[in-house]
């Protein structure tokens, strides 16, 4: 019962809720601080989720983004998670980042017929149908990427019955209906590619009540509704094909509100909505009456505009309904309805609020089509770092939007010090601000309006610290101030009236940092201040002139962060022992720019570094563990340190909020993207409350939380191969690829729906684009990828780098595998994969490689083969040979035998043996006279006659010319 009246008081509320462009919601209705809390506990599970509107921010994506029109007249998320949109200019697909547009094309028969998009829908098979203006239907099946066009045909009675294509619907049974503009409603045959007609008929009562069909819609029970442009609404029972008309009769106050109906909707209780341009209807059933809904000009919570776009419900039970003035949150319990402004630049104000057409994703978040305004895309449920900055249009909004302190009052009011603004009491139930300037002619106001810190006493009075005009105390009560200011006469006086912090210790005793003249002690029984400034020439003087933080630990022990490292203050001798930077000591403070100092309920001294990011002091050992970004910290500067209740601390650095748990050492970051304010926070801008609620400002105002309440989204996203591209040009569908020196690689279809593909050799520069398909803050999801086969390990990217590129692979099988996180760091593990086959070059193939075996083994063959018939000639020649001794070695034994006996012959020779000393040849021809000769000679006592044989006698008178004679 008691979160029946948290939701009925929340949407009670008579204002308008104003959506800032990636800020916050603010309306004016106040809101007790119980019921608020109770409701934001459980409003997840037993509320609507817009229970709190008070921190929404939106993202608005125009033509600048990629959009191919700024007027988005449909909205489908398909089963693979792509978001299409039907502009006045282009279908779009859109993953998070890029927006892949398709247009018509007269040199591409496959192109979308038209431009104008008035419906998209998608199949049982995944195929999306788009219907055009004067276009006709178009079938796109994603596996090719094509486009086949359905247009009207006079001379075929099963075409397309006209080609202004309003309204595409695809009902239960799978049966796909298309509503025209001048050719009423059709239903398509996919066997045969033919439509069935169903035209108004003007003798036939149970025809349609109009050709101009508006919208299409199946109620649970499987009754179509046809809205018309003109002609009312349609029931129509598909199985007798019979419609039921609901006209609009001005004489009846219950009947349809206007003939021209735009949306049909039906909600979870069995409640059949119908958006016409004379407002809302609600039937009834049983009566068939309508139950009206319209603007009222004296009533905030009636509908924004009677001109009704779009109706849906949410997974929460919140009934959206779009207007051309508006957005509207319906609750038909009180029938009232909250208003949502889209807050853009004035500009864009008429078109963005000007609401064509809504969509739910898988993940919750919620899409408006706008007239103009582009696409608007926003989580309904509330931003839990609730928002709060300055607002020209409210007086009492904060002052100034530079926050540069923040602090709670023992009475539980917030006050808050600007740059340039002054200070803010701001009353948490209202959200309202009382601001307090300085006024030149008013010595008893804030003397500055630039305020750097604030702190209260024990008796209540509030010290403010300003930049350059010195200390302020302040009696909430009187609304006065008192001043201390330098005076360089008094020594007793402030150091400076450059303050930069105060800090109260546990005796009540007040502390005041200046910015170039030390540290001051302030007693507020005689008014006067006691200086601790720094000595070059006394080693235990204050490090530095510039005091930056001051903390006092449990033990009383008090801590000075300064500009030069961090000072532990010694009562005793008021001298200071320091703690500094040593590059030579891994142990020492990290750097010593201190920022920020805090003990946690353990007792650990923890302090925030300009650049060193956050330390952990061991006070026995004097050591220092820091926790720097290559730790999983943001950014190494820590403005400020607070602990929730379950011991993590929140810290402010450059990039967000980081929340880290010291028990297991993990960062856990927030930026803009999650709502907060800015990336930059201030210095001394943070504060925790009683109730533990935090609060961190800076440079566009500050936030509040509750730790406990900052849940995870825990959806895992979806996540896609999105784009191949080979020597960095996208690859197409069922075409050569890109580049002359490729193999002529193409897509057979989408890649996203493609498994493996087989590369050559020459496509040796590839890549692939991923995407994960969760919409929430996108530019925190975070990827990861692998080349099986190649990467050793997974390659860690975020969303700016989500490509994968790969040069000269060789020759082998790969798997890519993708994975990727939400913005709150739940990963899909399983993503997405692609097996990937790289052939080798053809000198370099399997068939390669067997043609060389075969050609080696050939000449191998060859080279034996010659071989051995050398080797069998060199054995024929060498038997010839041994044949050829064997006979001249026989013939020789007989020549020396024949020899040796004419030698014998020789020796019993006692005359002249005549020879010819013209041939020098013996009368026996058989051997030469010279071996003769010199053997006889040797051997015998045979002298030898020169004169000529008769022979020779003839030879040389026939060469002389001589006669015989």
Not at 734 to 749: A, D, I, T
Request: charged share 20%; hydrophobic share 30%; with cysteine.
């Amino acid at each position: 019962m008691l979160i029946i009246l948290c939701y009925k008081y929340i949407y009670s509320t008579k204002d308008n809720v104003v959506i800032k462009n990636m800020v916050h919601i603010s309306y004016n209705k106040p809101c007790i601080p119980f019921l608020i809390t109770f409701c934001y506990i459980v409003f997840l599970f037993s509320l609507p989720i817009f229970a709190d509107t008070s921190s929404l921010r939106f993202e608005q994506l125009k033509t600048e983004s990629g959009l191919p029109q700024n007027g988005v007249l449909t909205i489908l998320q398909d089963r693979h998670g792509f978001i299409w949109l039907g502009t006045y200019n282009g279908l779009a697909r859109y993953d998070g980042y890029n927006f892949k547009v398709y247009k018509s094309s007269k040199s591409d028969p496959h192109s979308i017929s038209a431009n104008k998009i008035f419906s998209i829908v998608e199949d049982r098979t995944g195929v999306i149908w788009a219907g055009t203006r004067k276009g006709g239907l178009n079938r796109f099946s994603p596996q090719s990427g094509k486009f086949q066009h359905y247009r009207h045909n006079v001379n075929d009675p099963g075409s397309l019955s006209s080609d202004s294509v309003s309204n595409v619907y695809v009902d239960q049974t799978g049966t796909l209906w298309v509503g025209t503009v001048g050719g009423g409603l059709n239903r398509f045959n996919p066997r045969t590619g033919k439509f069935q007609h169903y035209r108004t008929l003007a003798k036939d009562p149970e025809s349609l009540s109009s050709d101009n069909v508006s919208s299409i819609y199946e109620d649970k029970t499987g009754t179509l509704w046809v809205g018309t442009r003109g002609g009312g609404l349609n029931r129509f029972n598909p199985k007798t094909e019979k419609f039921q008309r609901y006209h609009h009769d001005i004489n009846d106050p219950k009947s349809l509100s206007s003939d021209y109906v735009r949306s049909i909707y039906e909600d979870q209780t069995g409640t059949l909505w119908v958006g016409t341009l004379g407002g809302l209807n609600r039937f009834i059933p049983n009566t068939g009456k309508f139950q009206h809904y319209r603007h009222d000009a004296n009533d905030s919570q009636s509908l924004s505009n009677d001109k009704v776009t779009s109706i849906f419900e949410d997974r929460s039970g919140t009934l959206w309904v779009g207007t051309i003035g508006g957005l509207n949150l319906f609750t038909p319990k009180t029938g009232k309805f909250q208003h949502i402004r889209f807050d853009v630049k004035e500009s864009d104000d008429l078109f963005a609020n000007r609401i064509l057409s809504l969509y739910e994703d898988f993940s919750g978040s919620i899409w408006v089509g706008t007239g103009g305004g582009g696409l608007i895309h926003f989580n309904p449920k509330p931003d839990l770092f609730k928002h709060y900055r300055h607002d020209t249009n409210d007086s009492q909004s904060l002052s100034n939007d530079k926050v540069t302190s923040l602090f709670e009052d023992r009475s539980g009011a917030l006050w808050i010090g600007t740059l340039g603004g002054g200070l803010n009491r701001f009353n948490k139930r209202t959200g309202k601000n009382r601001h307090y300037l300085n006024d030149t002619n008013d010595p008893a106001s804030l003397s500055s309006n630039a305020v750097s810190s604030i702190v209260e006493d024990q008796t209540g009075m509030l010290w403010i610290g300003t930049i350059a005009k010195g200390l302020n105390s302040l009696n909430p009560n009187t609304g006065k101030f008192h001043r201390y200011l330098h005076d360089i006469n008094d020594p007793e006086s402030l150091s400076s009236n450059r303050i930069s912090s105060i800090f109260k210790d546990i005796s009540g005793t007040l502390w005041v940092g200046t910015q170039g003249n030390g540290l001051n002690r302030f007693s507020s029984k005689t008014g006067k201040f006691q200086r601790y400034l720094h000595n070059d020439n006394d080693p235990d003087s204050l490090s530095s002139k510039y005091v930056r933080s001051i903390f006092e630990d449990q033990t009383g022990t008090l801590w000075i962060g300064t500009d030069n490292g961090l000072d532990k203050f010694i009562p005793q001798t008021d001298t200071f022992q320091h703690y500094q930077n040593d590059t030579n000591n891994l142990n020492s403070l990290s750097n010593d720019s201190v920022l920020s100092i805090y003990k946690d309920k353990t007792g650990i001294l923890w302090v925030g570094t300009d650049g060193g990011g956050l330390n952990k002091f061991d006070k026995d050992l004097g050591t220092f563990l820091s926790y720097k970004k290559s730790d999983g910290l943001p950014n190494n500067t820590v403005y400020e340190i607070l602990e929730d209740k379950q011991g993590n601390l929140w810290l402010s650095t450059n990039q967000g909020i980081s929340r880290f748990s010291p028990m297991n050492e993990k960062f856990k970051n927030y930026d803009m993207g999650d709502g907060l304010q800015v990336r930059q926070h201030g210095l001394s801008a943070a504060f925790k409350t009683k109730t533990g609620e935090m609060l961190f400002g800076g440079n566009n105002g500050f936030n509040r939380f509750y730790p406990e309440n900052i849940t995870d989204d825990t959806q895992i996203p979806r996540v896609v191969i999105t784009e191949m591209l080979l020597l960095n040009k996208p690859v197409t569908i069922h075409e050569p690829g890109p580049s002359s020196k490729s193999s002529g690689f193409y897509l057979k279809q989408a890649v996203h729906l493609t498994s493996n593909i087989v590369l050559t050799h020459l496509d040796n520069v590839i890549a692939f684009e991923f995407s994960a398909l969760h919409f929430r803050n996108p530019k925190k999801n975070q990827y990861a990828y692998q080349l099986e086969g190649w990467d050793k390990d997974w390659v860690i990217t975020d969303y700016k780098n989500r490509r994968a590129t790969y040069t000269n692979l060789p020759a082998g099988k790969y798997i890519l595998r993708v994975k990727a996180s939400n913005s709150n760091g739940y990963w899909n593990s399983t993503g997405t994969s692609l097996s990937i086959s790289v052939l080798p070059a053809p000198w370099k193939s399997w068939w390669a490689y067997t043609l060389y075996i075969l050609v080696l083994g050939s000449l191998l063959l060859v080279f034996i083969r010659n071989q051995k018939n050398k080797v069998r000639y060199e054995h024929l020649q060498n038997l010839k040979l041994e044949k050829l001794v064997i006979d001249r070695t026989a013939e020789l034994k007989n020549k020396n035998v024949e020899l040796q006996q004419s030698i014998d012959d020789f020796k019993t020779l006692k005359n002249v043996l005549p020879i010819c000393s013209y041939c020098k040849k013996i009368k026996d021809e058989e051997n030469s006279w010279e071996q003769m000769e010199s053997y006889i000679s040797t051997h015998t006592d045979t002298n030898f006659s020169h004169g000529i044989c008769p022979e020779c006698v003839v030879k040389v008178r026939e060469e002389w010319g001589l006669s015989k004679k």
